[in-house]
């Protein structure tokens, strides 16, 4: 039973516009959430990250979005460049991330249109 | 400041075969985790070392074993390669956190 759920397996947007990517979770313990961004013959790339605590959080183009009565959270690009095209990897901890154990959804392909 | 760095790139097997996979964490991280990428699929938790020990372990069988060299590097080992274990295998490390940074990976096709 998948703990961590992207439901898009992809998404396209055009150059400029937003980007919005979403992420559901089952497991209330989690408590720590990070988004990766991975481009082919790559490793994971991390992009930024919110504790259960806050509810958003921002870094330059990329702001985070966390819902705890719903278990979603979510990811927006703005404004989305073409370089942007990657996957996108949603991944839970619990404990505030003192575990090692990260558990990622199966990602979601996002294509940026010139 | 290096990342990350794993070996080999590439690697392919037969079944039944042994495979030793190696990584060394970025610069100033003492944990390791590793994680392996089925096609199609998110990064599964595999283990965690710290301090030259398995400091947790995810859903894999004792096929799957690990080290910790006092230089923070790490292995990871699997014998009896079934073709399931074919995937990308993925390296991270990490200090005092819960960010892991992770290397490119080694893609490991057994045949």
Same mark, same amino acid.
Not at chain 1, 2 to 12: F, T
Not at chain 1, 21 to 44: I, V
Not at chain 1, 89 to 112: H, P, R, W, Y
Not at chain 2, 46 to 51: K, R
């Given at each position: 039973d998948?703990?961590?759920?992207?439901?898009?397996?992809?998404?396209?947007v055009q150059e400029g516009r937003i980007?919005?990517?979403?992420? /559901?979770?089952?497991?209330?313990?989690? /408590?720590?959430?990070?988004?990766? $961004?991975?481009?082919?013959? &790559?490793?994971?790339?991390f992009l930024i990250s919110i504790s259960s605590i806050k509810d958003?959080? &921002? /870094?330059?183009?990329?702001?985070?979005?966390?819902?705890?009565?719903? $278990? *979603?959270?979510?990811? *927006?690009?703005?404004?989305?460049?073409?370089g942007d095209s990657a996957v996108?990897?949603?991944?839970?901890? &619990? /404990?505030?991330?003192?575990?090692?154990?990260?558990?990622?959804?199966?990602?979601? $392909?996002?294509?940026?249109?010139? | 400041d290096a990342g990350v760095t794993q070996s080999p790139t590439h690697l392919i097997k037969t079944r039944g075969q042994q495979v030793t996979l190696r990584c060394s964490p970025k610069s100033g991280h003492d944990t390791v985790s590793w994680y392996q990428q089925a096609l199609g699929q998110g990064p599964q938790f595999?283990?965690?070392?710290?301090?030259?020990?398995?400091?947790?372990?995810?859903?894999?069988?004792?096929?799957?074993s690990g080290h910790q060299f006092p230089n923070y590097s790490s292995e990871l080992n699997v014998n009896a390669l079934l073709l399931g274990d074919s995937a990308l295998y993925l390296c991270a490390?990490?200090?005092f956190g819960v960010t892991q940074y992770f290397g490119p990976g080694t893609r490991l096709l057994v045949l």
């Open positions: 998948q703990q961590v759920k992207q439901n898009s397996p992809s998404l396209s980007s919005i990517l979403n992420c /559901d979770y089952t497991n209330s313990m989690f /408590d720590y959430f990070l988004w990766y $961004k991975k481009y082919p013959a &790559e490793g994971p790339t958003k959080n &921002e /870094d330059g183009r990329f702001t985070v979005f966390l819902n705890k009565s719903a $278990k *979603h959270l979510s990811l *927006h690009i703005v404004p989305s460049q073409p996108y990897f949603c991944a839970a901890s &619990e /404990d505030g991330g003192s575990q090692g154990n990260l558990i990622f959804g199966k990602g979601t $392909k996002l294509s940026v249109k010139p | 595999i283990f965690q070392y710290y301090e030259e020990e398995e400091r947790q372990r995810g859903n894999f069988p004792d096929r799957f490390s990490s200090s």
